[in-house]
């Protein structure tokens, strides 16, 4: 491959394929769109084909759920339809991987029949066919793709095929091109020759595929389903626009994918050209997209690709659009899969409300969060890069949040409220809730705006740590030469953890409500150690310390790598001349300090809690397990000594190391809190003071060290929070702060 | 009209109108005897798929050759009227004689010549040919029938 475009002004041009294509992200959210918006078509159809009449009689008509609750479990009543919907479904999905399949293996002899198309035949153009193999060898393929061609026909070039047989499809108009204006014939088929070279020519007629399945078995099934039975114009309303919803979602996922692999297509191609000023020209002449139809359109817009000549940064930014459609399909998916997995699990219990809850966000996030933690790097790359800050995280967070409520939430809440009201085609199908249906819809609107906000905090916190990973590698010689596996391999390792602090805190949250609204626990203490026993039951044990200790480990463990070798960087398009990118400040991981710091504080933690420890009143351990007495208490309290202490390691961590803070914080602490608790274990199985069994000391130990970590967490977080305006202040305002040795890039 | 004189006429035109298109002539040719229909060479590309670039000017070479044959269908019908004493198949010839801008006498009348453009003109103006290059098509059409081709010996 041989590049010759300048770098404008002295940048440059970023290779765009250094990491993971989001082609990919987007045709394996469009999956799972389409997977699950079919899915909920024929749940829907299982619904309409059922008897109804049943489970009307078992919610007793329109009873209120407090009637309904008191008699006996409303799932229950789904319990009967069960079996309907589930056959239903696995029907759905089957029809729609069947006629995708024969849809996308029927397209390419479909393109050549309907473009009437045949071989071309080198000795009748024999100009032309040289051509063609100059711009296959220009384009690095391994295997030349068969050209096939319309003398006749107009219009562009196609490349297609399925399996390893690649076809391009070439037209009268575009073989006379080569005659009449080369650079324009170069650049369309170097366009799509590289969408062979960048192998999205499969993922492109599977997503076509798709669609026109969905259509055909997904869409049209539940419509004519629907439409047998007597229509008010409420449910017509409701009808069409769920149709409507489900269409347009699968379409903008669609066209994102179409659009993305455009671009990378684009990316590739131009790298090849060596006449950018005609090349320009041939854009100049690129089909206007419509501001309005940018989201609807296959191509992207035409501005937006004649800056690839000379710049591919755009390919780099993570926006708040791109957030927007992530957060819509997970909504999509998200919101099918959660009343799917309820019945399936058909009990209203707390930790089942939590496998509901649980079960679906473990299916969309690792997609969606795939795709945004991509995003996210890419954005942190480019701002390395270019010495620049990244975008707003909570704008694009905010864009995520509502596109997962737009996506789902704001139906499900509608449906829900004109359902319990007893209107609609539904009534009567769940307990009547006595309000009128605006307030319904208006409570309803209050919950996605609670929803929106904690969703938008959650990825706030989950772009700033994929942010501070990607900081932290892209310096060492692993991610040195083109990244491939090992990026991959940082990234899922990256989405498990994170995948894990999900269940992690939904286990919080379950317990905590749990503790609360079960049992009646009202002592502050005594529910959180014993959330903190979550640390004890395995598999749970397992998740949570992964979990936590993943966080910190994963960012930080860059520091045992050998740093990048200046000029072996990947992210320019190679070219002939060596790589002039100047390397970008790879901010420091100070991974010995916070040990040190750890160390030192887990020892005073230990001092700390053998002479002073905090005040514990005997009646505060009530509810807690332990026995209220005044030696018990005195113990315990020597515990949240070193709990607090971990809480007090962290803040001075972030103070200390203004970088990175809070994963130092929680580095710092983690390990004041393992010698903390190893203190413990030998203290606890000393004869003097009762000599208990290792494994009953361990476990006192290890609730301890969660404990102190989720404080140190805290702590460090607040500390963070604060400290941050301040240090900007000071970059601002003071001269000794902006010496160099402390320069600090804020993140 | 046999396929050589149709395609022999229509080549000399697009060496005038759109000489680079000769290169493909041959095979836009054989596809077109194939199945001689102006709809297919409207018939686009996949546009959701393609580059995206603005539609670029339409062949001429097919629109040349259902001309020239629409010219021969109309050269039948007249020459049939004003040369009755001929056979059928003379008719075809000296048709084939002009197409091929071989000597013929007597020559076409400049009435003759008049209708060819208007036939030529009406079937150029169905196609996506902008009206100025259906006025040169027709003139090349009926400059060409209208004088010999120079001696090729």
């Known amino acids: 491959m041989t590049a010759t475009l300048e770098a404008p002004a002295g940048r440059a041009r970023l290779d765009p394929f250094a990491f993971i294509s989001d082609t990919s992200f987007r045709f394996a959210l469009l999956l799972l769109v389409v997977g699950c918006a079919d899915g909920r078509r024929w749940f829907g159809i299982a619904t309409d084909l059922s008897d109804l009449a049943s489970l009307r009689t078992c919610m007793h008509g329109n009873a209120a759920w407090s009637d309904l609750l008191a008699q ?131 993922i492109t007629y599977l997503a076509l595929s798709i669609w026109w399945a969905f259509l055909a078995t997904g869409l049209l099934p539940y419509a004519l389903i629907d439409l047998r039975r007597p229509q008010t114009a409420l449910d017509l309303i409701l009808l069409a626009s769920d149709l409507m919803l489900l269409s347009l979602c699968v379409l903008l996922t669609r066209n994102a994918v179409l659009r993305a692999r455009e671009l990378y297509a684009d990316a590739r191609s131009f790298a090849w050209h060596r006449d950018t000023a005609g090349l320009a020209k041939v854009l100049a002449r690129l089909n206007p997209v419509p501001r309005w139809r940018r989201l609807l359109s296959s191509h992207p817009a035409p501005a937006r690709r004649r800056r690839l000549i000379e710049d591919t940064d755009e390919m780099f930014r993570f926006g708040a659009w791109d957030s927007f459609g992530v957060g819509l399909a997970a909504g999509i998916s998200g919101f099918f899969l959660l009343p799917v997995t309820a019945n399936l699990i058909n009990s209203t219990s707390g930790y089942a409300l939590l496998l509901a809850f649980g079960i679906p966000a473990l299916i969309v996030i690792p997609v969606a969060a795939g795709a945004m933690a991509v995003g996210v790097w890419r954005a942190t790359f480019l701002a390395l890069m270019r010495g620049r800050r990244h975008g707003s995280r909570l704008r694009t967070s905010f864009a995520c949040a509502i596109g997962a409520i737009a996506g789902g939430g704001v139906q499900f809440v509608l449906v829900f409220a004109i359902i319990s009201a007893g209107l ?84 919080s949250v379950g317990t905590v409500a749990y503790l609360v609204y079960e049992e009646r626990f009202s002592n502050l203490f005594a529910i959180f150690w ?49 790589d002039t990118t100047p390397d970008f400040p790879i901010p420091s991981v100070r991974l010995q300090r916070a040990a040190l710091l750890g160390v030192a504080s ?100 290890l609730c301890t060290l969660l404990g102190g970590t989720l404080v140190a967490l805290a702590f460090g977080s607040i500390t963070h929070l604060l400290a941050t305006p301040v240090r900007w202040f000071l970059q601002r305002h003071s001269r000794a702060y902006r010496d160099p040795r402390r320069t600090v890039i804020l993140s | 009209v046999d396929q050589r004189s149709v395609t022999e006429l229509a080549r000399s035109a697009i060496a005038q109108v759109a000489p680079d298109e000769l290169p493909l002539f041959e095979a836009m040719t054989r596809v077109w005897f194939k199945d001689p229909r102006l709809a297919r060479v409207r018939r686009g590309g996949d546009e959701t798929l393609g580059f995206g670039l603005a539609e670029v000017a339409p062949l001429l070479t097919p629109i040349v050759l259902a001309t020239a044959g629409e010219i021969a269908k109309y050269l039948a019908e007249e020459l049939g009227k004003s040369l ?58 009926v400059g060409l029938l209208s004088s010999p081709a120079p001696d090729r010996s």
């Open chain 1, 424 to 507: 609609g085609p539904a009534s009567g199908m769940l307990p009547r809730i006595s309000a009128s249906l605006p307030t319904l819809i208006l409570a309803g609107a209050a919950m996605c705006l609670v929803f929106i906000s904690g969703l938008t905090l959650a990825l706030i916190i989950f772009f700033a740590w994929i942010g501070a990973t990607a900081q932290c590698w892209l310096g060492t010689r692993l991610l040195g030469s083109r990244p491939g596996p090992a990026f991959v391999l940082l990234l899922a390792l990256c989405l498990f953890v994170a995948a894990l602090w999900v269940v992690f805190v939904l286990l």
């Open chain 1, 72 to 202: 006996s479990d409303p799932l229950q009543c789904y319990r009967a339809i069960l079996p309907t919907v589930l056959f239903f479904i696995s029907l759905g999905l089957a029809l729609l991987i069947a006629t995708t399949t024969i849809i996308y293996v029927a397209y390419p002899r479909w393109q050549i029949w309907r473009l009437e198309l045949e071989p071309l035949d080198p000795t009748e153009v024999p100009e032309l066919a040289m051509e063609l193999d100059a711009l296959c060898r220009t384009a690095g393929l391994r295997r030349n793709p068969e050209f096939w061609w319309n003398p006749l026909g107009s219009g562009s070039p196609l490349a297609f095929g399925t399996g390893r047989r690649r076809l391009v499809a070439l037209t009268g108009t575009v073989a006379g091109q080569f005659y009449k204006d080369p650079t324009s014939f170069r650049a369309v088929l170097l366009h799509e020759l590289a969408h062979i070279r960048n192998r999205d020519v499969s």
């Open chain 1, 602 to 701: 887990g020892v005073t933690a230990v001092l700390a809690a053998i002479w002073l420890p905090i005040p514990l009143p005997a009646g505060s351990l009530h509810g807690s397990g332990f026995s209220e007495t005044d030696v018990v208490a005195n113990k315990v309290a020597r515990l949240l000594t070193g709990e607090l202490a971990q809480g007090l390691v962290a803040m001075l961590t972030v103070l200390v190391i203004p970088r990175f803070a809070v994963l130092h914080a929680m580095c710092a602490a983690f390990i004041a809190g393992c010698v903390f608790a190893m203190s413990v274990v030998l203290y606890l199985r000393l004869p003097a003071y009762g000599g208990m069994p290792f494994g009953a000391a361990a476990d006192i130990s």
């Open chain 2, 84 to 141: 009755a004493h001929m056979t059928a198949d003379g008719i075809v010839q000296r048709i084939g004689r002009l197409f091929r801008r071989e000597p013929v006498s007597p020559a076409l009348t400049q009435t003759q010549l008049s209708r060819i453009h208007d036939v030529a003109t009406q079937l150029l103006q169905t196609t996506a040919v902008t009206r100025d290059q259906s006025s040169f098509v027709a003139d090349a059409l």
């Open chain 1, 530 to 578: 014993r959330t903190s026993v979550v640390a004890l039951v395995f598999p749970l044990s397992l998740i949570v310390w992964v979990g936590v200790v993943g966080f910190w480990l994963i960012p930080l463990s860059a520091a045992l790598w050998p740093r990048r070798l200046p000029g072996t960087a990947f992210w320019t398009f190679p070219d002939d001349t060596a």
